[in-house]
């Protein structure tokens, strides 16, 4: 079972409409990160938050940390194809685990 | 701006051979890591260092050794191959474990 799931794992748009990805635990996390990746690259940090019920906006994109710090969400609005990727959450549990874990990632795809 | 240097980009191997991938980082971070990406799967830790001289294990250890000799090299060890190790392997970089991480570009391992 995965710590963090991801959910839809695959999503298909068209160019314009507004999409939303989610990432949730049963766990608490000090922090979550999304990050970005492209084929045949590794993955880019887009963001990270910290303090639960943190909003983050990056241009098109909205980052919300859940009150609980247990889950994420990523907002898109008017999605282009230049947002096509793989978008995956990371995170840190609370408790001094040294430890980062990954969920499986959202595959995005916006057809122009 | 070299970042994290990850070598070779794509390498086959036999059934029980060895190899070693290098990860180098230029970024005098404390916290490096290995993971592994496979479809389905996301990203999987394989073994993680908090710093030069401590390695610990992540999900995925078993068949893989690391050393943390100094600051900027964290090679990964794949002591026999075997075809169930055939992934992309993703050596990250960051300065604490909930920092951003930094990515190399890959290595597409196939092990026939």
């Known amino acids: 079972t995965q710590l963090l799931e991801q959910s839809p794992q695959f999503l298909s748009i068209q160019e314009g409409e507004n999409l939303t990805v989610y990432c949730n635990s049963s766990?608490?996390?000090?922090?979550l990160q999304w990050y970005r990746q492209e084929p045949g690259e590794g993955p880019v940090l887009l963001v990270t938050v910290v303090t639960g019920g943190e909003v983050k906006k990056l241009k098109r994109l909205t980052f919300q940390f859940g009150d609980a710090r247990k889950d994420s969400s990523l907002h898109i609005t008017a999605a282009q194809p230049g947002d096509t990727g793989l978008y995956l959450c990371a995170g840190a549990l609370v408790g001094g685990y040294q430890k980062v874990t990954f969920g499986i990632g959202t595959k995005l795809q916006v057809i122009p | 701006n070299a970042g994290v240097t990850q070598t070779p980009k794509f390498q086959v191997l036999k059934t029980g051979q060895s190899m070693t991938l290098q990860c180098a980082q230029d970024?005098?971070?404390?916290?490096m890591s290995w993971y592994r990406q496979d479809p389905g799967m996301g990203l999987r830790l394989i073994h993680y260092s908090v710093g030069a001289g401590i390695t610990d294990q992540g999900e995925v250890p078993n068949g893989y050794n690391v050393s943390r000799s100094t600051t900027e090299d964290f090679p990964l060890r794949l002591l026999s191959a075997a075809p169930s190790q055939t992934s992309v392997y993703f050596c990250?970089?960051?300065?604490?474990?909930?920092?951003?991480?930094?990515f190399g570009q890959g290595t597409r391992l196939t092990v026939v």
């Open positions: 766990s608490v996390f000090s922090s």
């Open positions: 990250a970089s960051s300065y604490r474990r909930d920092a951003e991480a930094f």
């Open positions: 970024m005098n971070h404390e916290y």
